[in-house]
C-alpha cells in the first residue's frame, strides 16, 4: 500500500531539489502517494497565510511531512512559517544527523554525530520587547517539561540506536536559573538510563573540542538557540549545509528538511545541490520501515560522490542539478 505523505516544494531552490527527491524515491521502488502543500511566500501569495489550514489539516492526517526550504518573511505581522509549524504540531525535537561521507570535500573523514536540539522554547520563543528607546529584551523560555521530553528523547534515541553517549552543552554558569533548569532535568533523566554515558560541557567549551576532534563525541543535546548553531558548526566539519539532514519530531507527526535554505542566489538556475533534502527524504523513509530502500539510497549516493563524475558546483564539480539525480538514479537503478 502507497504510504501517504505531505509534501512541501517550498520556494527559491526548493522546486528544483524537491522534483529530485521524489524521483530519487521512485526510483528507490517505494510508492508514496504526495499531497503536495504550499507553505511560506508562495501560500501567502495563494491564501494570505504563511502556514494555511489545508497545509496543517495535511500533515495532522499524514502525519508525515517532506519539506523544502522556504524563504523568511520579512516584516511585522509574519511569523516563520517554519516556526510556525513546528509549534503547531508541537514538533519538539530537531534531530540532525552529521556523518562524513567519503567523496565530499571535508576537514574530517571519521565524524559521526547526533544532534538533538530542543525546537520550541529557548530565545526562539519570539518573546522579544521594546523597553524604551535604544533598550530591548529577548526572553529565554526554559521550562521543566519540555526540558525533560528532550532529554528523555535523546536518551531514547541512544538506546534504540546503539549510541553510547550523550553530552549535554550549555551556559549554566552564567545563565544559573535557566540553563540551570535544562541541565538539572537532563541528570534526571540520565539516571534512568545507566547504560547511556551522560556528560555535559559549557557551550563554548563544546565548540573548541568539536573542531579539534569531532570523533571524540557521540550525541549532543542542545537547547534550541545553542543547537541552531552548533549544528551548522557540526555541518562545516563534514562539507557544508549541501549534505545534511534533519527531522523535525513530535509525538504525533513527522517533518523532515534539509538544514540549508531557499538559496535565492541560485534558485531557477538548476544547480543546486538536493544531497541535504535526499538525505533527509532517507531519515523519512527509515521513519515509515522503507530500511531497504533508504540503504539503497545512501550506498548510491555514497558511490555517486565517491565516483565524482556529475558533482554540483558546491562540490566542485559542473553537474546540473538534473544530470546529478540522473547519475544517482543509474546507480541506484543498477543496484535493483
Ligand atoms: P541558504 O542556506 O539558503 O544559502 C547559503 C549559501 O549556501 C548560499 O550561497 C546558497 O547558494 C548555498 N546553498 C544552500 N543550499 C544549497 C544547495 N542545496 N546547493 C548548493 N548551494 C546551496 O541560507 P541563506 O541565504 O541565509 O537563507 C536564504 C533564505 O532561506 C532565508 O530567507 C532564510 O531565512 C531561509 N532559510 C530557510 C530554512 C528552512 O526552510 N528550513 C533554513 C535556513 C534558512
Known sequence: MAHKVTLIPGDG???????????????????????RQLAGIPAVQ?????????LLDSIRSNKVALKAPLTTLVGKGFRSANVTLRKKLNLYANLRPVKSIGGVPSRYDKVDLIIVRENTEDLYA????????????????????ASYNIARFAFEYARKNGRKKITLAHKANILKISDGL??????????????????????????MKLVMDPTQFDVLLLGNMFGDIVSDLAAGLVGGLGVVPSANLGSEYALFEAVHGSAPDIAG??????????????????????????DKIWKSIVVTLAIGKKLTRDLGGTASTT???DELIKEISSRT
Not at 495563494?46 to 489545508?54: A, D, I, L, R, T
Open 13 to 35: 531552490i526548493g522546486p528544483e531539489i524537491t522534483e529530485s527527491a521524489v524521483r530519487v524515491i521512485e526510483a528507490a521502488g517505494v510508492d508514496i502517494e504526495w499531497d
Open 46 to 54: 495563494e491564501y494570505g497565510k504563511s502556514v494555511p489550514e489545508q
Open 126 to 145: 519570539g518573546i522579544e520587547n521594546v523597553i524604551s528607546p535604544g533598550v530591548t529584551e529577548a526572553i529565554k523560555v526554559v521550562t521543566e517539561t
Open 182 to 207: 535544562f541541565l538539572d532535568s537532563f541528570e534526571k533523566v540520565a539516571r534512568e538510563y545507566p547504560d547511556i554515558e551522560a556528560e555535559d560541557k559549557i557551550v563554548d567549551a563544546l565548540c
Open 269 to 294: 538556475k538548476n544547480i543546486a545541490n538536493p544531497t541535504a533534502l535526499i538525505f533527509s527524504s532517507l531519515l523519512m523513509l527509515r521513519h515509515l520501515g522503507e530500511e531497504q530502500a533508504a
Open 323 to 325: 544530470e546529478f539525480t
